[in-house]
């Protein structure tokens, strides 16, 4: 407890540079945040980056204005914070009245924080052109260091601190909630400044404690064969239909045809459009794409216009530049992830693209490879920053099994049985690390629970806190 102590002290109150406040409908109020924290919280001297956030309350308009000085008002204003932590990585925030979940956060008597993490949205944003102001390659790689969860949770300590400066000493800790690559944060957030944290929720985000992502893709892959049986199942048609597509793109000259954003369609991109079959209505989207592509070779000899645009922005990673390239490292302490999904895919033939037989060619899932930088021109400018990180081991902590294991913060989640971005045997693993860790598990939500399932999931989670097991 020492040891995180002096964690603790170490993160100053970030700056508070402007905080501009709206109204919205629905009752809400919106205020935008920009701070400024340290770029690198080991080198505050090195430099510090602005972070964006927007936050949320009940807009309620008093019959009698209050009194600035009027205790009551203060308290009034001192509603606990619950702060989001989005999925990802690399994923902005929308504004709250854009969430599912806003609403009934508010009901239960918080005010709720949507930051951008760091690299993402407004909080000074990493893209090519952005990363290559920075300098030399080396360089770059150094910076992009500083965008894994054991940075994102110091910028939400700095900024509970400065967000509860005069808060009375009870009410300075805030609760958090996390979906996919933000329950991994707090999982970090846990093992690292528990201080801070009065209550925990994750949706789909039990973080699996391993130092080397090829375990986790492993599993992943497998789960991914078991989404593309059950796509093939309900779209048999689909089997004819996407061997249609990739044939054209083969005998078109694989790669030739360019899309809007300028990136290559190769047979291994639009392979990729399966990142969306775990998601709620992804198998059915999936279909849609592949019908009209279908369609329009038959039809017209050609993709048209609409069809590319739709097959870009399903398998586009190039405005969500962290997601592509630090999608590995998210997993790694010690070890270099040397393009892991790249390399674990050969162990399942499912996925090959020249099939000489009838079984159908598998989509991929949430797996970023060499050939993503290659396939995009956005991409492509810092293709040797991302075979620098991916060859690199020096990576730190992003998990403290013996703090985890002595956990005094209550923690709630949701986990899905049939998730196929996080692996539900490793979120079980992980619960079970988490001393006084309540799960809520079902085999009949996806991994984006938290936005079509919202009341539900959410009923669910706050259930766990609120009841008692009997």
Known sequence: MLKIAKK????????????????VAGKLKITEHFFEVPKDYSKPESGTIKLFARSARKHEKSIVPESPKDESAKAKDQLPWMAYLQGGPGHPCR?????????????KGYQLLCLDSRGTGLSTPITPSTLQMRGAEDVQASYLKLFRADSIVK?????????????????????VMGQSFGGFCIVTYLSFFPEGLRECF????????VKSPDEVYRRLFRKVIHRNKHYYEKYPEDVERIKTVMNYLKRFGDGKIKLPSEGSLTRR????????????????????????????????????RNSLAEIDSATSFDTCTIYA?????IYCEGNAPNWSAHRIQNEYPEFALDKTDDSPI??????????????????????????????????????????????EVPVYSASYVEDMYVDFDFAQETARSIKGCKVFTTNVMFHN???????EVVKQAFALREDVID
């Open 449 to 455: 629970a938290i936005g079509s399932k919202m009341e």
């Open 325 to 329: 390239i630090l999608h590995e490292p």
């Open 155 to 175: 910028d939400y300590e700095a900024i509970r601190k400065a967000l509860t400066a005069d808060y009375p000493e009870e009410k300075k800790q805030w609760s």
């Open 95 to 107: 504004s709250p009245q854009n969430y599912a979940f806003t609403q009934a956060v508010l009901d």
């Open 362 to 407: 598998y989509l991929t899932g949430e797996m970023v490879f060499p050939h993503t930088f290659e396939d995009s021109t956005d991409l492509q400018k810092i293709q040797d920053v991302a075979n620098r990180l991916a060859s690199d081991s020096q990576w730190p902590p992003l998990f403290d099994l013996e703090q985890l294991g002595k956990n």
């Open 269 to 304: 991109r639009f392979q990729s459009i399966g990142i969306g079959l775990g998601m709620h209505g992804g198998v059915d989207s999936i279909h849609a794409i592949v019908l009209k592509a279908s369609n329009d070779i038959e039809s017209f000899g050609h993709l048209t």
């Open 202 to 209: 994750t949706y789909g985000g039990l973080q699996p404690l």
């Open 8 to 23: 603790m002290s170490s993160i100053q109150p970030a700056k508070i540079l402007s905080q501009k406040s709206y109204q």
